[in-house]
């Protein structure tokens, strides 16, 4: 996590899922848990698709040098792609993106010159490049008070472009066609949004405790393939309502107000 790094999460006491097409809410008991959680201001994103050998988890923080490089929506969208398609040509992100081959190959040359991507050596052509992301989990600052200007306005632009992307990558999954999408998919797919009364230091523990559960699943799962195996999107957010009142102290200032009346 690192200093200025935040969890997110959201909710009351109304918990609303959903599965697949189906959204049902259903209202908690006043002491019932109510959860949803993302990694907000130390934003992630994770990539695991070639294969290794080894088994040890490889993280990187980007400096500043390399946020600057990755300050352009088109960057922080190709990187995003390869992470979920894997390795692309300049030719394939740019019918990906609606862009020519000329604009997305100048933005492939500006992330691999900071490392952000790599050649595939052994499928490229004389003509043709092909790119992929890095194995392992690339992790960025959000804006903070102690970069520079130009080094926050380039960590505000990351971020909000990668929040945007996964946000219309949600929109995409709930705007798709109930026939476009097997009985099976449709079940599997889980939607979750709650409220809580917490402290910084459970919320934290909670995001520590999710992290460990997803590190494990990509430890299980990682580098599988077969005919039912589709690459997933696995997300939190948590992350405090400053202007929310917790729903204790609420009910007390009630009962204050009725015994005075």
């Known amino acids: 996590s690192g200093e200025g790094a935040s969890t997110r999460s959201w909710g009351v006491d109304e918990k609303v899922s959903a599965r697949g097409p189906s959204i049902r809410r259903e209202f908690f008991a006043k002491k019932c848990l109510q ?3 993302c990694k907000g201001i130390f934003a ?3 990539e695991n698709e070639a294969s290794r050998t080894d088994e040890t988890s490889e993280e990187r923080t980007l400096d500043a040098g390399a946020l600057k490089a990755l ?3 088109l960057r922080v969208r190709i990187l995003d792609l390869l992470a979920e398609r894997g390795p692309q040509t300049a ?3 740019a019918t990906l993106i609606g862009e020519s081959s000329g604009v997305t190959s100048y933005h492939l040359r500006a992330l691999a010159a900071r490392d952000l991507i790599h050649e595939v050596a052994d499928l490229g052509t004389a003509r043709e490049r092909w790119w992929e992301r890095p194995r392992g989990r690339m992790s960025f600052s959000g804006p903070t008070d102690e970069m520079t200007p130009s080094g926050r306005a380039a960590a505000q632009i990351v971020e909000d472009e990668f929040f945007r992307n996964r946000h219309q990558r949600l929109m995409d999954h709930l705007h798709r ?3 476009q999408v097997p009985q099976e998919w449709r079940d599997a797919a889980h939607h979750v949004t709650t409220m809580l009364d917490m402290t910084a230091a459970q919320l934290q523990e909670l995001g520590e405790r999710i992290d460990a559960v997803i ?3 990509v430890q299980l799962y990682r580098d599988q393939s077969g005919p039912d195996v589709r690459r997933v999107t696995i997300r939190a957010d948590l992350f405090d309502l400053p202007d929310a009142r917790p729903r204790a102290a609420a009910q007390h200032r009630t009962t204050e107000t009725e015994e005075l009346s």
Request: proline share 11%.
């Open 35 to 37: 959860r949803v959680s």
């Open 71 to 73: 300050a352009h929506p």
């Open 177 to 179: 066609p109930q026939s």
């Open 215 to 217: 590190d494990e699943a």
């Open 91 to 93: 030719s394939s992100l």
């Open 44 to 46: 992630s994103m994770t």
